[in-house]
């Protein structure tokens, strides 16, 4: 049996007038995992995704604003995904 890939869907993320956003991601996993962070503009278009290594039993933390620099994008509010990979046995 396969397992669900568990999802976060954040419904709002907003860069501007001195608001900023931030993803936390917890694993309660012995292992470490993989997660996939996906950022998308007001139309839900994708602008960028970033793999966050999480390692076992603690805490990441991905600052909207790291990404959409990343990205070079002058975005300043959409919305974020965020999906477990596997982790590579």
């Not at 397992?3 to 993320?13: D, G, I, K, T």
């Not at 956003?21 to 470490?32: G, K, R």
């Not at 933390?61 to 990404?67: G, N, S």
């Amino acid at each position: 049996m396969s397992e669900m890939p568990q999802v976060l869907v954040a419904p709002l993320f907003v860069e501007a007038a001195g608001f900023t956003s931030t993803i936390s991601m917890v694993s309660e996993l012995n292992f470490p995992v993989t997660a996939e962070v996906v950022l998308y503009d007001r139309h839900g278009a994708r602008i960028t995704a970033s793999h966050v290594a999480i390692p076992a039993h603690s805490r990441q933390v991905v600052r909207v604003a790291d990404l959409l620099i990343e990205a070079n994008s002058v975005e300043t509010m959409g919305s974020a995904g965020s999906f477990r990979t596997q982790p590579k046995w």
